[in-house]
């Protein structure tokens, strides 16, 4: 079955980039839509934004200037980067499938375990 | 953007009784686009109910989910020992194009 696979440094210091990537695992990347969801440790989920194997994507309002989703469809995965980070990036960054449900509408029926990312110095 | 409340923050209940989940939405969610999640700790969030009322494949049918406009709800009518763990709402569809409610942990009493 399809598993998804986060990677990436464990620690980033303050206003440099955090540079993530989802290895998709037993599928192919090219047939759905893609996303980086996180959680800060002990708080809610925040929505990132989602990228299509053909580049579409959509980012968070909150997060847009400082975010950069690709594909890379030759090894199956999908990256993020985000620009100028402070502590308050500090979350479990978590990759998911994105699955249309049709009039139901689209929901994150699969998730990757999630890295933990620390900003600081 | 659609701000998601949910309540109560914890309920503390004990295996075999009734749990019930409130989402409280700022806005009317368009066409009940409305999921919830289920986190148990240390792992990541699974997909419960979509369409405010549709359970996901696998899900068993004590779960189930009601509501619309802006008041939504999750009901798991006989708590097992694997669902304690907190439980997201979120809506799909407004700018942002999802967001979740802040959880509600259910525990055991």
């Known amino acids: 079955q399809v598993q998804l696979q986060e990677s990436g440094p464990g620690l980033v210091k303050p206003s440099e980039t955090l540079s993530l990537t989802c290895t998709v695992s037993g599928g192919s990347i090219s047939s759905d839509y893609w996303s980086w969801i996180r959680q800060p440790p002990g708080k809610g989920l925040e929505y990132i934004g989602y990228i299509y194997y053909s580049g579409t994507s959509d980012y968070n309002p909150s997060l847009k200037s400082r975010v950069t989703m690709s594909v890379d469809t030759s090894k199956n995965q999908f990256s993020l980067k985000l620009t100028s980070v402070t502590a308050t990036d500090t979350a479990v960054y978590h990759c998911a499938r994105v699955k249309d449900y049709g009039d139901s509408g689209w929901y994150f029926d699969l998730w990757g375990r999630g890295t933990l990312v620390t900003v600081s110095s | 953007e659609i701000v998601l409340t949910q309540s109560p923050g914890t309920l503390s209940l004990s295996p075999g009784e009734r749990a019930t989940l409130s989402c409280r939405a700022s806005?009317?969610?368009?066409?009940?686009?409305l999921a919830w999640y289920q986190q148990r700790p240390g792992q990541a969030p699974g997909l419960l109910i979509y369409g405010a009322s549709s359970r996901a494949t696998g899900i068993p049918d004590r779960f189930s989910g009601s509501g619309s406009g802006t008041d939504f709800t999750l009901t798991i009518s006989r708590l097992e020992p694997e669902d304690f763990a907190v439980y997201y709402c979120q809506q799909y569809g407004s700018s942002p194009k999802w967001t979740f409610g802040q959880g509600t942990k259910v525990e055991i009493k």
């Open positions: 806005q009317s969610v368009s066409s009940n686009l």
